[in-house]
């Protein structure tokens, strides 16, 4: 294989015990709703970010990438926000 795009969702390695419904990232939810749900979290008193932790999936997983992928030394590497990115450069 001489070419391949690996892109990767880091929001993966974030676990969350409470259900926030949707997840989507856009001027909407990245302001508006997750501002309320700041406010409601912090009006019970609670602090928002203690409901979000690191996976401990992230401890073993470029070991994991490892065992299918190899990288060379000058490979080209992207950070995005958006898997749009990895579309444009697949193009």
């Known amino acids: 294989m ?3 795009l690996l892109s ?3 929001d993966y390695f974030i676990y969350t015990q409470d259900s926030w419904g949707s997840y989507l ?4 939810s990245l302001l508006d709703l997750w ?5 409601q ?3 019970r008193g609670e602090d928002i970010r203690k409901t979000f932790q690191l996976s401990s999936e992230w401890e073993v997983f470029w070991n994991k990438i490892k065992e299918h992928f190899q ?6 590497v ?3 926000d ?3 990115l990895s579309y444009e450069i697949a193009k």
């Open 82 to 84: 958006s898997h749009a």
């Open 8 to 10: 990767i969702d880091w």
């Open 25 to 28: 990232e856009n001027k909407k």
């Open 41 to 43: 979290t912090k009006a």
């Open 71 to 76: 990288f060379v030394n000058d490979i080209k």
């Open 2 to 4: 001489e070419k391949c």
């Open 78 to 80: 992207y950070v995005s």
């Open 35 to 39: 501002y309320k749900r700041y406010i």
